[in-house]
């Protein structure tokens, strides 16, 4: 079965510094993974998406995410950290299951910025 | 352009209430979804529907009934609402399953005292 386990509920950075957010996903057949961020009293929005083009993956607001198959990991970076960023932010994954596909998604990391 | 609206925003049940969430999109997508929403546990899925005509239970169906009206519906039941089922709710479409982005809606604050 397919989960996601994000490694730490809240991350604090200060403006300007690096922004590391883990994520590693189990799947038992080759994943779709992607990142969403969700700013306060608001739906989720896409920041990125994994599907096996490209195992480094740009997507909006400067962020990247790597996908490394060997470690099971799909990490989101931003060399940067900027006020805005702050938001909670989920990792997913979705791969083919009996019935059709399922998108799952992390318990969620809360970013903290700085000033 | 709405993307996907739910209904309603807010809303208190006393336990053993009924209702139903109202979810709508105008991109003329495939698939919809119902996820749950609850502290520390990120979004949990309750029930999907991969095209119209079709559902399937997701992480957290019990207590919890879908309609998929046409192409663009997919409402949510609480047959008899527990406080268990406080959370927010989020409607979901996307063109299809599998490795296409989901658009969200804005989320319905369920209590249920």
């Known amino acids: 079965a397919q989960s996601v386990t994000q490694l730490g509920s809240h991350v604090s950075v200060s403006e300007g510094a690096l922004v590391l957010l883990r994520c590693n996903y189990s799947?038992?057949?080759?994943?779709?993974l992607f990142w969403y961020v969700q700013y306060p009293n608001q739906g989720l929005q896409l920041l990125l998406k994994?599907?096996?083009?490209?195992?480094l993956v740009k997507g909006i607001n400067g962020f990247e995410a790597e996908f490394k198959k060997s470690e099971t990991s799909f990490h989101l970076t931003k060399p940067s950290a900027h006020m805005s960023d702050a938001a909670e932010y989920f990792c997913?994954?979705?791969?083919?299951?009996?019935?059709?596909?399922?998108?799952?998604f992390g318990a969620g990391t809360r970013l903290f910025v700085k000033a | 352009n709405a993307g996907v609206t739910q209904t309603p925003k807010f809303q208190v049940l006393k336990t053993g209430q009924s209702m139903t969430l109202q979810c709508a999109q105008d991109?003329?997508?495939?698939?919809m979804y119902w996820y749950r929403q609850d502290p520390g546990m990120g979004l949990r899925l309750i029930y999907y529907?991969?095209?119209?005509?079709?559902?399937d239970k997701g992480e957290v169906p019990n207590g919890y009934n879908v309609s998929r009206l046409n192409k663009r519906e997919f409402s949510l039941r609480l047959e008899s609402a527990a406080p268990s089922q406080t959370s927010v709710y989020f409607c979901?479409?996307?063109?299809?399953?599998?490795?296409?982005?989901?658009?969200f809606g804005q989320g319905t604050r369920l209590t249920v005292v």
């Open positions: 979901a479409s996307s063109a299809r399953t599998g490795n296409t982005e989901a658009f």
């Open positions: 799947s038992s057949v080759p994943p779709y």
């Open positions: 994994y599907t096996s083009a490209a195992t």
């Open positions: 997913a994954v979705s791969d083919l299951n009996t019935g059709g596909f399922k998108t799952i």
């Open positions: 991109m003329n997508h495939n698939s």
């Open positions: 529907s991969a095209s119209e005509g079709t559902t």
